[in-house]
Every structure is written in C-alpha cells, then in structure tokens.
Nanobody, 125 residues
Framework: QVQLVESGGGLVQAGGSLRLSCAASGRTFSRYAMGWFRQAPGKEREFVATISWSGSNTVYAASVKGRFTISRDNAKNTVYLQMNSLKPEDTAVYYC??????????????????WGQGTQVTVSS
C-alpha cells in the first residue's frame, strides 16, 4: 500500500520561502517519477512540477519556473519542493503524487495514481 505524506506548509509573506517534503512508503520509491500539484479554493488541481525516478530530469509549470525547485532523496524516500519568491497567487493546498506505471515525466492529473493528503500553503501580501 503506497502512502505519501506531505509536510512543510504554512503561512509566509510574499517574497518568502518554504520547503515542502513528501515522505513515501509502501514500494520502491526510487523506481517512480514524483510530482507536485496544487489546488486553490474554487479552482481545479493543477500541475506544479515533476521529477524523474533518478532525479536527473524535471519539468515545471510556467507559473513557477525559476522560483520553485523539485528534488528527491531516494535514500530517504522523500521528494521536496523548494519554493522561493512566493506570491499570493501561490496560495493553495499542495499535493505530492506518484504514478504506478513508471512514466518518465508525467505532468497531468490522469497520469498519477497515488496522492498525499495535502499541505496548506498561504502567502500573504
């Protein structure tokens, strides 16, 4: 049974930084791509970033490119999202996700099969 548990969310002022973590268990973490998504109130869940199983390749949404960095530590079964220069429009619940088919760099909701419970990020202006 795959479990994903996010942490690190909170309240931060615009321009500040946060680092989210997602701890995975239940299977061989290092074999699968991992992704981060977010969902703001009244909006659909949207893609933020994805990282390949090795950590060598990443893809970012245009809205976060240059400000956010996704990384992973396969020895710790953990994926991270470093968020810098935060803006009020980054306010959302952030979810980590994993697929079950070993896709290389999945970027859409439908390509992910396992989800964490989410962690709230609030950016004040």
């Amino acid at each position: 049974q795959v479990q994903l548990v996010e942490s690190g969310g909170g309240l931060v002022q615009a321009g500040g930084s946060l680092r989210l973590s997602c701890a995975a268990s239940g299977r061989t973490f290092s074999r699968y791509a991992m992704g981060w998504f977010r969902q703001a109130p009244g909006k659909e869940r949207e893609f933020v970033a994805t990282i390949s199983w090795s950590g060598s390749n990443t893809v970012y949404a245009a809205s976060v490119k240059g400000r956010f960095t996704i990384s992973r530590d396969n020895a710790k079964n953990t994926v991270y999202l470093q968020m810098n220069s935060l803006k009020p429009e980054d306010t959302a619940v952030y979810y980590c996700a994993s697929d079950r088919l070993r896709r290389i760099l999945p970027t859409t909701l439908g390509e992910y099969d396992y989800w964490g419970q989410g962690t709230q990020v609030t950016v004040s202006s």
